[in-house]
């Protein structure tokens, strides 16, 4: 039997906000086991990384290098079992996540349905029935990864692309 190996488009939270998602898993007793550096937010499934040959995964790397968005800001305020939500402030994700689904359509490689509700994993396994409100974490997204996840293994990344502001800032004063 071969091991599970899927592949992701997902965004990962920057080194300097895992210690606040390490004290959200110890203070609402998550199970700890689950490495920091596999902390996500799944952007899109596109199926078992077995299906999809060395051509086809260069045709999809290739199409995410064309992928045209800016940095968009996340923030998660809600323990959901093993999951943080956020009840505001994942406009920019949604609508990033949607340009992406647009983007990989175009190749007309069958994509798994997948339901998008932004949400980060902290834990895998069976979740405590807890919830709760907590202060937000949030980041601002730069990047998004695309990964084959091998089933007790880990995260091996395939790629990576910036997000690019547009549009300079100017100061408002």
Request: with cysteine; net charge positive.
């Amino acid at each position: 039997m071969s091991r599970a190996m899927p592949l992701y488009l997902m965004i990962k939270p920057p080194p300097c906000q895992r210690a606040a998602l390490l004290r959200c898993v110890s203070t609402y007793g998550l199970d700890a086991s689950y490495r920091s550096e596999k902390y996500h937010s799944t952007l899109l499934r596109l199926g078992e990384s077995q299906a999809w040959s060395p051509s086809m995964l260069d045709q999809l790397c290739q199409l995410l290098r064309t992928v045209d968005a800016e940095p968009c800001a996340v923030a998660f305020d809600r323990l959901d079992g093993n999951l943080l939500r956020g009840r505001k402030g994942l406009l920019g994700l949604r609508d990033f996540q949607r340009r992406l689904v647009r983007q990989v359509d175009r190749l007309g490689f069958p994509i798994p349905a997948y339901s998008f509700s932004p949400h980060l994993s902290l834990a895998y396994g069976a979740p405590p029935d807890r919830r709760a409100i907590i202060e937000p974490i949030g980041w601002l997204v730069t990047e998004f990864l695309l990964i084959r996840s091998i089933h007790g293994v880990g995260h091996e990344q395939l790629g990576n692309w910036p997000l690019r502001r547009r549009q300079l800032e100017l100061p408002l004063w």
